[in-house]
């Protein structure tokens, strides 16, 4: 099963409003990435959190990562209709950090 | 730079059918693998590499082989397709080690009939 889970599934905002995905792992993680996936695309990176709490930011988005490495967040300030996609985190998974394992994504619809 | 290419972006297979799919990358990357994606289920892993000559199986990996004869090359073939396959293939590489970026490519959308 999956080593990540993420919520909600699906979000649907008015655009300008806020967004936020959760990526829970009963486990520690050693690092989480987080991808974006735009409609009919592929997964594109976004960024890498290593430390117990770090939180980076790329403009409007903002990642965090929790004090017991264990659940991660990516927070969108005022969505646009660019950020329409899938958001997946990503960690290591059982076995190995060779085994990337991918949350179930949270599909995003911004309504304008 | 290519990055990783997979061919073909859309097949449509007879059940019992075989096939492979291509994955090449020009990165250089040690580690590679393929996923496939499904409504609901996000990305699963089906086999991946370490590098050349070695291949182990992911969370998804029955109905599929691979091998790594090269470095660049990380094909995935189905030895008898089967409707429960139709989905969307995607091959993934990174450098390896922990927390590496994954680079995607751009996907392959299988049907089988």
């Known amino acids: 099963g999956q080593q990540v889970m993420q919520i909600p599934q699906y979000q649907h905002v008015q655009e300008g409003e806020d967004f936020t995905t959760y990526c829970n792992s009963s486990t520690t993680l050693s690092n989480i990435q987080w991808y974006k996936q735009r409609p009919g695309g592929h997964p594109v990176f976004l960024i890498q959190?290593?430390?117990?709490?770090e939180v980076k930011k790329q403009k409007r988005l903002t990642f965090q990562f929790g004090e017991a490495k264990k659940n991660s967040s990516l927070h969108i300030t005022a969505t646009q209709t660019t950020d329409v996609g899938t958001y997946f985190c990503?960690?290591?998974?059982?076995?190995?950090?060779?085994?990337?394992?991918f949350g179930i994504g949270t599909k995003l619809q911004v309504i304008p | 730079n290519a990055g990783v290419t997979q061919t073909p972006k859309f097949q449509v297979l007879k059940t019992g059918q075989s096939m492979t799919l291509q994955c090449a990358q020009d990165?250089?990357?040690?580690?590679m693998s393929w996923y496939r994606q499904d409504p609901g289920m996000g990305l699963r892993l089906i086999h991946y590499s370490v590098g050349a000559g070695i291949t182990d199986q992911g969370e998804v990996p029955n109905g599929y082989n691979v091998s790594r004869s090269t470095t660049e090359d990380f094909p995935l073939r189905l030895l008898s397709a089967a409707p429960s396959q139709t989905s969307v293939y995607f091959c993934a590489s990174s450098y390896g080690g922990q927390g590496k970026e994954t680079f995607f490519g751009q996907g392959t959308r299988l049907t089988v009939v």
């Open positions: 959190l290593v430390k117990s709490g």
């Open positions: 990503a960690g290591p998974g059982a076995g190995g950090y060779q085994k990337v394992t």
């Open positions: 990165m250089n990357h040690e580690y």
